[in-house]
């Protein structure tokens, strides 16, 4: 793995959480706050979750003191939340442009419930990537299932089509 992957990667989890935010901003107060079946109780908390993943996952990389998961304590507007969401986008993206491959195998040490685990830094990101892969598809289902179908692929193959052509 080299810089130009974890570049990549990176523009496309931000294009893709562009999408995400243009959807979410999109949606009704009563589509945002519907409480539906998945992982998380609907829309709102699918995109705390996933919002607040990013944002931590960029606090173990950088070692912030005490980082604290978002979604624990987020009592705020989906305003406020794409607010954050997208200056995340931006610190991820000035991560990424001034981190060296010699630290791709630096040690991240990290904590999922109470637990501290340790991983190399390019296991993480690949982790990142993979998990808000897995909650957008989420997401697009609670949208769909909330009547949103303003749709764009988000797909990884159309993001290297689109920024490579």
Do not use: C
């Not at 999109?26 to 109780?41: A, G, L, P, V, Y």
């Amino acid at each position: 793995m080299n810089r130009k992957y974890f570049l990549e990667l990176t523009g496309y989890i931000t294009w893709t959480d562009a999408k995400i935010i243009d959807w979410l901003q999109q949606i009704n107060d009563e589509q945002w706050d519907r409480e539906m079946t998945s992982s998380f109780t609907g829309i709102k908390q699918t995109a705390i979750h996933i919002a607040s993943a990013e944002k931590i996952w960029i606090d173990f990389w950088k070692k912030t003191p005490d980082p604290v998961f978002l979604s624990a304590e987020f009592k705020g507007s989906r305003d406020e939340l794409i607010a954050i969401w997208k200056e995340t986008s931006v610190n991820l993206k000035n991560l990424i442009e001034h981190y060296t491959e010699e630290n791709f195998s630096d040690i991240v040490i990290f904590k999922v419930r109470d637990e501290e685990w340790k991983m190399e830094f390019w296991q993480t990101f690949i982790h990142f990537i993979n998990h808000a892969t897995y909650h957008r598809g989420q997401l697009v289902t609670l949208l769909r299932q909330a009547g949103f179908t303003e749709f764009s692929s988000t797909d990884l193959a159309t993001y290297y089509r689109l920024s490579h052509s």
